[in-house]
Nanobody, 123 residues
Framework: QVQLAESGGDSVQAGGSLRLSCAASGYTGRSYCMLWFRQAPGKEREGVARIYTGGGYTSYADSVKGRFTISHDNAKNMLYLQMNSLKPEDTAMYYC????????????????WGQGTQVTVSS
């Protein structure tokens, strides 16, 4: 059973920084895809960043390029999202997801999800 658990969400002022973490367990040996999604109240779930744990691939939504950085620590099996220059429009519940497919943003194709961590950015 694959399990994911996010942490690190907080309330910050615009221009501030946060680092989100996601602990993954249950995968055995092979590389896989890990992603960050976010969802604001009344809005569609939005892909933010994804990374292939075997190396060589990351992808970002245009809205966060240059501000957010996704990384994975293979030794600790931890996913991170470093968020800098935060804006009020970044306010959302942030979710960690995982699967063996890493070619798109559709949340429907990713099997495993964390419970979410809230990020609130005030102006």
């Amino acid at each position: 059973q694959v399990q994911l658990a996010e942490s690190g969400g907080d309330s910050v002022q615009a221009g501030g920084s946060l680092r989100l973490s996601c602990a993954a367990s249950g995968y055995t040996g092979r590389s896989y895809c890990m992603l960050w999604f976010r969802q604001a109240p009344g809005k569609e779930r939005e892909g933010v960043a994804r990374i292939y744990t075997g190396g060589g691939y990351t992808s970002y939504a245009d809205s966060v390029k240059g501000r957010f950085t996704i990384s994975h620590d293979n030794a600790k099996n931890m996913l991170y999202l470093q968020m800098n220059s935060l804006k009020p429009e970044d306010t959302a519940m942030y979710y960690c997801a995982a699967g063996y497919y890493c070619g798109g943003w559709s949340y429907k194709v990713y099997n495993y999800w964390g419970q979410g961590t809230q990020v609130t950015v005030s102006s």
